[in-house]
């Protein structure tokens, strides 16, 4: 592309500007004036004005690539740095402003990258290598440096750096490195030395080692590897042979002279003519056989044109070498046949390949962002393959990344995950294991678990041709069934944007969820009121008052409008049930006051009349329209009388009480009671005296109607049928919020009912408050099935298998989208298709076909004629044949499907052997005879002798020339034995029972019993591995084993709820669960369990009592009993009483007497009173009226009154009427009460019985609360208007226990071993919906492993080599061998393999060690005797890294082996080589530490070494300068008696004795110390004994329990008396003066002991003052 040029001109033009500018400046300001102008070589005055240019700007331009323009700006300056015009500098040498440049676009990226350089050596820092430590510990810092350019990637070319750069800074160019400490050579410790070098006479022995770790880093060489010293033998019989006979190395192999080559073919072909002649072929037959032949081969040849074959010779030297090394004539090396100096070989040929084809396309045909690169591929053909060359044939494929260019590439296909519907909501896989709702699925409600299947497609292609079929399909169908039917049903397509399912590891992303949570709405059931009484009777519509029959009707009325939830029926009971009745009216008068008694003429007392006050209602008791009831019949005036004075007084009538039934029949009639008292009695003279006490009460019938009672029932709603008279309803519309397709008709029954009879006619019922029976509905839309297009049919393989006759199939799949409901279309199509694939291709196999050996090509005449004794034309050559390339049925093949699929070539020439005269000749051994026999039997093979070897007599001798050879035959004796460990609990296959793609949480096959494998492996006699059928084994034992399936934690089921906690207003209620059994196995957890027991779940919600539930009803006061009686007044003060009765209050009044616990006792009215009986002639008032109420707020300064009317004036002697009215203060909370609202605390979330978990509501509740925090009726507050803005209800979820739901276990895993005991199977499980609440959490067990069925492991292994052979000869060039062998083995490190037949590896390929070449035979050399030579090399060393505190520095590994040099002869040691010392580097390396060790000190000598931290013991590695010491001699030595040398080189005694120093502190002597014995409680008496002291460092070897013993050594090394002497004189002072001053103290007696008491008291005194609440 022109880059590099126009890089490296723009480059030098840029740089020369500015320097040159730079020169001129410095030059002016040196040497102003002529000065300049002679240095600038100008002649010209100097300029003061120079070009500046500023940077590039960016490179602009519409094309990428080369064709941009960049700018920069130049301006002209003076020299000291101010602007000026343009024409004051040079114009001749102004600077570009522009330039041509590279435009760079972001595709760029795949053609450009930086090419970085290797890092060259690590070189020291100058100013840190100046400051070198003493003592080195990791390293000396440096520095190193590499090359970094952009290229041009497809060519290898440099580009601009700024191209590079655009997409990522330019690495670094340098880093900081580190050079390690300097590493000297570390070698192993030295063998045993060798035997004697001769068996008689003075010889050598040596003993080598090798080197373990090389120098490194600048460190120091290795010490010789090799240490001999003289041996001597007995003395030898005979004289040393001086002479031997050395062979040299074969030369390279050539071809003979073409002339020589000629005459031998001429004598060739004459011998050839001869033997025709003899023969004399004419026969037309023959001649055309032997041109078939000659044609074949001439085929042959041509397929052979790949090894070019050329059988030439090779020669060596012969020499008889002197012990010396010197060479000496033949002639002293005695020996009749010498070695043979030539023989036949194969010219070396190197492998050719041809060159580089073109490269392929890019495999990556399409744009992708993710990955895109692709690969393209060259080859090239082997065009002569190698022959006898140790180097393969080079690579033949090679490949690179590459990405795909042009307008025209395409994006590549991208995959995404997508869904199917959501399947309905099910509740039950909630459920636990003890939930009684399992069974009965159709009542649940509330939160659930639904499922998804997810399917991987191509998200980027246009798919809606399918579902446009689709959908023309549809309509034509819709249109047929219009023309077919008069009310068809509506239904929408959807479309949906579908594709086929393609295979799910093209999706890359994470996989959606196939299982969430969703919701059922459950019913609310209907609420409603209770009763209102029965009303008057009515018309049945009085708008139409017809005929002289009515209804009394009740009425309840709807609290919680009900919802048809799942499983609900949405129905409501009746709310209205009637009375037949006779004389309907629609209104009536209703008495709301009592006037006043108004007596007759005008007078004051005595009869008249009270006038009622009415209103006008209706049948429902509303107050209407005076003038409606103008056909009712208005109350007549009630007589009354007004007492005069004296008369007797009556109190008023009480109001009539609730009628004792609610209807009226044979044996039951209903009854109201209203009653009066007498309130004053009648004088003795003239006054009206009071009535019997029959007519202080009245009795009235009531409620007299039949108990008939009739009410409409309804029947649940139909199914929605399509209302053929609105079939023009849009298509899609919505009803109540719902989509909706069409509008139709439900119908339900309805019928009349007598209550506690049954069904009646209609006409017993009012028909005018007859429900409907048709109402309106929708119809949802109906939703077909909707399936995706199949996917594409899945490969047939493409590779054959030996072996696999099976019948292969593909398959194809597609997933239901959409699923039918509403009567849509079901899904009938086939989800799933398969079908046989067409004839796969032959297993085509490849072999190669060797052809006849060609004739035994010897060395040529020419070579060999002059060596005595040998024959012409016979002895060792070498021949060749063709191999070809076949198919397995025989047809011709390439020669390169062989070599990738035929197994290594064969041989292309071997050695043959022209027999001589003298030669003995024996057919191929036959093939070995069968085993028949038992174990121990034989087997043999045989040949015979042919031709002329018969008749001779060296060629019969069975010693030299056996004619028979035996085996023994295998002995099949087999053991089975296990081996590993025991498998998982596997539970047996079976297909688990899956719901709507989720398993039921709790039955699924996840526990119960299993079983457990264990692998076996069978041994023959020999203790090889052999198969497990040869011991009547599948393989494993298996045992039953048990998986406990969890069980859940059990409560008990709710107890019933509790009466609520509060008669009147909000209280509480409650019901409990106990806990039944804990949960185990892994079973869902307990819910949260009471604090205190631990044992109890409780559910606490509000409730509401309603105040007026139960209420005291009081009957009026009795007469006032005079208790201080004045039998002629009968008046005075006395007492009256009154029955006060709790009674359950209903719509129609107070019912039923109840205990009076249920009324409030506050409430309660008293039951008795004092009271005055006025006397006849005296004032009477009547009982007192009610308070009236307090203005609130309350307040003392506000009142409240009552008042009581007069009812009879006083005589003219009695007393006079009182004040009438009664005032008292309002005071809080006695007679004067605020109030106010409450509210309760939120309940817990309350579901529907039918629900688990999911939507709930938790309710709170509102109370009025008076200001003495009673709760009070509600009335009390809505009577005040008081504001109540609180939400009573709130929505509320309860997390659902969610179990943990896993997928299926996966198949189980390859075997990790292709063979031998430690190969395991895995198989796994995922979570695919993790436990949520108080869910069944997951398990542990993920992953389940299994041992793989034992397999013997075959290979091919190399036998030992054996000894360097030199044929005929005593030293020289020899050769040496080796044989390969089938081993088996269990596949452990352990396990070296034992042999076994050859057949058994036919199977395997001939790879040892990893190399396909397999080398039996190669070259050695035999050192002649008094050479000087180098042993073969040591294996590979361990893998060392570079290491500083057990950290590797980065330096990689390295291996190391060497060469020792042996010698046979001192006197020729200026002949020996140099050892040998080879490394390689090494991936898997360790750090090694290097540390001294030391054995027990023997006397004053011990053994240092330096040992590796494997446990190798090493020469090197350990710093010397803390080697421990070897010796520890004391000087002078220790001669004293019982003494001996101590670690620190100083004389120190034995133990038991003590050391008597000299005045210069040396031992002078050591004396024997004293024992003492302190006997144990065993022994039952205290002795003391003296023994003989031992040391004391040294264990005790007293018996146990026999006592210790203690070794007192007073005195110190100097003779002196030691420091714990002094110590332990001074405490035993101390000691008894103490011991004295205690007795002193408890002998003496007390003087007071009153102070001793106080000092008894003491310590609680001081206690209490400790405590200042005390």
């Known amino acids: 592309m022109g880059l590099p040029g126009r890089r490296w001109a723009s480059g030098n033009q840029g740089a020369e500007g500015p320097l ?69 500098c040079k114009q001749a040498g102004r600077p570009h402003n522009q330039q041509n440049c590279f435009k760079v676009c972001d595709w760029h990226k795949e053609l450009y990258d930086w090419k970085l350089g290797p890092w060259n050596q690590c070189q020291p820092v100058i100013s840190k290598s100046l400051e070198k430590p003493l003592e080195c510990t990791k390293g000396e810092e440096g520095i190193q440096v590499r090359e970094v350019t952009c290229i041009q990637k497809d060519k290898d070319v440099p580009a601009e750096d700024i191209i590079c750069e655009y997409f990522e800074p330019k690495p670094l160019l340098e880093q900081a490195c580190l050079i390690p400490c300097q590493q000297d050579c570390i070698v192993s410790e030295f063998s045993a030395w060798s035997e004697c070098s001769k068996t ?119 020499m008889c070498i002197n012990k010396t090394g010197k060479a000496a004539d033949l002639s002293f090396c005695q020996q009749e046949i010498l070695p043979i100096t030539f023989q036949s070989c194969v010219v070396t040929k190197e492998c050719q390949v041809s060159e580089w084809s073109e490269w392929s396309p890019c495999s990556k045909t399409c744009h992708n962002i993710a990955s895109p690169t692709g690969t393209r591929v060259r080859t090239r053909t082997v065009k002569q393959l190698p022959i006898g060359s140790e180097h393969d044939c080079p690579e033949l494929e090679e490949q690179e990344p590459c990405v795909s260019q042009g307008d025209g590439v395409a994006l590549c296909a991208t995959y995404g995950w997508r869904a199917t519907e959501w399947t309905e909501c099910r509740v039950d896989p909630l459920l636990s294991q003890q939930d009684r709702r399992r069974g009965n699925q159709t009542v649940l409600c509330g939160g659930g678990v639904q499922a998804r299947e997810v399917y991987c497609v191509q998200t980027n292609e246009n798919l809606l041709s399918h579902l446009r079929t689709h959908k023309s399909k549809e309509e034509s169908k819709i249109q047929s069934a219009t023309k077919s039917s008069a009310a068809p049903y509506l239904s929408i397509t959807f ?100 006037g006043d008694c108004e007596p007759d003429n005008d007078r004051e007392c005595g009869p008249g009349t009270q006038v009622q006050e009415v209103v006008c209602i209706n049948s429902d008791g509303e107050e209407v329209d005076r003038q409606l009831c103008r056909d009712a019949i208005f109350p007549i005036p009630v007589a009354c009388d007004a007492p005069c004075p004296k008369d007797c007084v009556l109190s008023a009538w009480s109001t009539w009480s609730s009628c004792s039934h609610t209807c009226s029949g044979k044996m039951t009639e209903g009854k109201q009671i209203r009653a009066r008292s007498i309130l004053a009695y009648a004088g003795d003279e003239g006054g009206v005296r009071c009535p019997n006490s029959s007519a202080l009460q009245e009795v009235r019938s009531c409620n007299e109607h039949p108990c008939t009672v009739y009410h409409w029932q309804t029947g649940p709603w139909g199914q929605c049928i399509e209302d053929t008279s609105v079939s023009s309803f849009n298509t899609t519309t919505t009803w109540n919020g719902e989509a909706s397709c069409s509008v139709g008709m439900q119908t339900r029954k309805v019928i009349c009912v007598r209550v506690n009879v049954g069904q009646v006619g209609p006409k017993k019922c009012p028909e005018n408050l007859r429900p409907e029976t048709v109402r309106p509905c929708l119809l949802p839309c109906r939703k077909d099935c909707i399936v995706s297009p199949y996917s594409d049919w899945t490969s047939c393989p493409s590779s054959c298998k030996k072996g696999d006759s099976g019948v292969r199939k593909q398959s194809r799949h597609r997933v239901i989208i959409q699923l039918p409901a509403n009567g849509g279309r079901d899904c009938t199509d086939p989800l799933y298709e398969e079908k046989a694939c067409e004839a796969s291709q032959v297993c085509q196999s490849y072999r190669w076909k060797t052809h006849k050996w060609r004739r035994c090509q010897l060395v040529p005449w020419s070579v060999q004629q002059d060596i ?92 030299l020339y056996p004619l028979i050879e035996t085996q023994y035959c295998p002995c099949d004796s087999h053991i089975l034995q296990p081996v590993g460990n025991w498998s998982d609990c596997i539970l047996p296959e079976g297909k688990v029972d899956v719901l709507m793609g989720m398993k039921v949480q709790g039955d699924v096959k996840e526990c119960g019993q299993g079983y457990r494998y264990q692998a076996m492996a069978c041994y023959d006699q020999n203790g ?38 509060k008669s009147c207003g909000s209280g509480v209620k409650v019901r409990s669960k106990w806990l039944r059994e804990k949960p185990y196995n892994g079973g869902r957890p307990c819910p949260k369990l009471d604090h205190v027991n631990q044992a109890q779940v409780y559910e606490v919600v509000p409730c509401h009592s309603d105040c007026n539930q139960y209420i005291w009803v009081s009957e009026p006061w009795s007469v006032c009993k005079v208790t201080f009686v004045n039998m002629q007044e009968n008046c005075g003060e006395g007492v009256q009483t009154r029955k006060v009765r709790c009674m359950q209050n209903t719509p129609d009044g107070p019912s039923e007497h109840v205990e009076d616990y249920f009324c ?147 198949p189980w895993s390859e075997c990790s071993q292709t063979c031998g005991l430690t190969g395991k199977m895995v198989r796994r ?51 040496r061998t080796r044989n390969i062998s089938c081993v088996v083995s269990d596949g452990s490190a352990e396990d070296y393999g034992k042999v076994v037949d050859e057949e058994f590896c036919a199977d395997t390929e001939l790879i040892i060690d990893g190399n396909k070449n397999i080398i039996m035979e190669e070259t050695c050399t035999q050192p002649c005797p008094g050479d000087c030579y180098l042993k073969d090399w040591s294996s590979w060393s361990l893998c060392q890294l570079t290491c500083v505190n057990g950290e590797d520095l980065g330096f990689g590994g390295i291996q190391v082996r060497s060469r020792a040099v042996i010698i046979q002869e001192l006197e020729n040691q200026h002949l020996c080589p140099e050892q040998m010392l080879e490394t390689k580097p090494c991936d898997d390396g360790h750090c090694y530490e290097y540390k001294w060790m030391a054995s027990a000190w023997k006397g004053s000598s011990r053994t240092v070494w330096c040992q590796r931290s494997d446990g190798v013991n090493v020469t090197g590695g350990c710093l010397v300068v803390s080697q421990p010491d070897a010796d520890r001699s004391c000087n002078p030595p220790c001669s004293q008696p019982h003494s001996y040398c101590s670690e620190t080189k100083t004389c120190h005694c034995e133990e038991g004795y003590t050391e008597v120093m000299s005045s210069n502190s040396t031992l002078e002597q050591c004396t024997l110390i004293p024992v003492v014995v302190i006997p144990t409680v065993e022994e039952k008496r205290g002795d003391v004994k003296t023994s003989r002291a031992v040391h004391p ?56 002991p009153q102070r001793r008491q106080n000092n008894r008291l003491k310590p609680l005194t001081l206690a209490y003052d400790g405590d200042a609440d005390m």
């Open 20 to 88: 040159r500018g730079v020169l001129q400046l410095l030059l002016l300001l040196l040497c102003p004036g002529a000065c300049g102008a002679a240095g600038l070589g100008n002649s010209e005055a100097p300029t003061i004005y120079l070009w500046k240019t500023g940077p590039w700007g960016r490179c602009m331009g519409e094309d990428c690539g080369p064709g941009g323009i960049q700018t920069r700006a130049v301006w002209c300056a003076h020299v000291e740095g101010w602007t000026t015009l343009h024409t004051n």
């Open 200 to 318: 008689c006479g003075s010889g050598l022995q040596h003993r080598t080692r090798h080197v373990v770790a090389p120098p490194q880093f600048g460190g120091s060489g290795c010490p010789n590897l090799t240490e001999f010293q003289v041996c001597q033998s007995s003395p030898c019989d005979a004289e040393e042979s001086l002479y031997s006979l050395q062979v040299g190395s074969w030369s390279s192999c050539s071809m003979p002279h073409p002339r020589l080559a000629r005459q031998a073919g001429r004598r060739r072909k004459n011998k050839e003519r001869e033997k025709e002649r003899g023969k004399g072929v004419k026969d037309p037959e023959a001649r055309e056989l032997i041109k078939k032949k000659r044609t074949r081969n001439r085929q042959n040849r041509q397929e052979n044109k790949y090894w070019d074959i050329q059988i030439g010779y090779q020669t060596r030297e012969v």
């Open 495 to 594: 479309e949906i944007t579908t594709s086929k399912p393609v295979d799910s590891k093209l999706c890359t992303g994470p996989v959606p969820n196939t299982t969430q949570l969703c919701h059922i709405p459950c019913p609310i059931e209907c609420e409603v009121s209770s009763w209102s009484a029965w009303g008057p009777c009515t018309y049945e519509n009085c708008n139409d008052q017809q005929g002289k029959k009515g209804f009394k009707l009740r009425k309840r009325h709807i609290i919680n409008e009900p919802t048809g939830g799942y499983g609900g029926t949405g129905n409501c009971p009746h709310l209205l049930e009637a009375i037949p009745c006779e004389e309907p009216s629609c209104y009536d008068w209703k008495a709301v006051r009592l």
């Open 1160 to 1306: 409030d006792p506050e409430e309660m009215p008293l039951g008795s009173q004092e009271c005055k009986l006025p006397c006849p002639e005296d004032c009477v008032i009547s009982e007192w009226g009610p308070w009236t109420r307090c203005v609130l707020p309350c307040n003392q300064s506000n009142f409240r009154q009552r008042s009581a009317d007069p009812i009879r004036q006083p005589a003219d002697e009695g007393r006079a009427c009182p004040n009438a009215i009664e005032k008292e203060p309002c005071n809080l909370n006695k007679n004067c009460y605020h109030y106010d609202y409450n509210v309760t605390d939120w309940s817990t979330c309350q579901l529907s019985e039918k629900a688990v978990c999911g939507n709930g509501i938790k309710t709170r509740m509102l109370d009025c609360v008076r200001s003495d925090g009673k709760s009070v009726d509600l009335k009390h507050c809505e009577e005040l208007g008081l504001e109540k803005n609180w939400q009573m209800n709130s929505s509320c979820v309860v997390e659902c226990p969610v179990n943990c739901q896993l997928s299926d276990w996966s």
């Open 1325 to 1375: 499980r995922t979570v695919t919906q993790p436990f949520q609440g108080d869910g069944r959490p997951c398990p542990s067990m993920m992953e389940q492993t299994k041992s793989c069925p034992v397999k013997p492991c075959y290979r091919w292994q190399y036998g030992q080599w054996s000894p360097c052979q030199v044929q005929e000869a005593q030293c020289g060039e020899g050769t």
């Open 1024 to 1061: 090889r591995l052999v198969e497990t059928s040869r011991c009547n084994s599948h393989g494993y034992i298996e045992e039953a084993c048990i998986i406990p399936c969890p069980s859940d934690c059990k409560l008990s089921e709710w107890s019933n709820w509790s009466r609520c906690s």
């Open 868 to 959: 005595p004794g040998v024959q012409e034309g016979c002895g060792p050559g070498r021949q060749a044949r063709a191999i070809t390339c076949r198919k397995q049925d025989g047809g011709q093949a390439s020669i390169h499907e062989c070599l990738r699929y035929a197994g290594p070539v064969p041989a292309l020439t071997q050695a043959c052997q022209i027999p001589c005269q003298d030669d003995c000749q024996f057919t191929s051994w036959s093939k070995f005879s069968s085993c028949n026999g038992d174990c121990g039997a034989v087997r043999t093979r045989k040949r015979t002798i042919v031709g002329k070897s018969k008749k001779k007599e060296k060629c019969k001798n069975p010693q």
């Open 1593 to 1648: 460092t040294q264990p005790s070897s007293n018996a146990a329990g026999r006592g210790r013993t203690w070794f007192l050594q007073p005195f110190g090394p100097d003779g002196r008396l030691k420091t714990w002497v002094y110590g332990v004189a001074a405490g035993a002072f101390v000691l008894l003066i103490f011991v004295v001053s205690m007795i002193y103290l408890a002998c003496k007696k007390p003087k007071k």
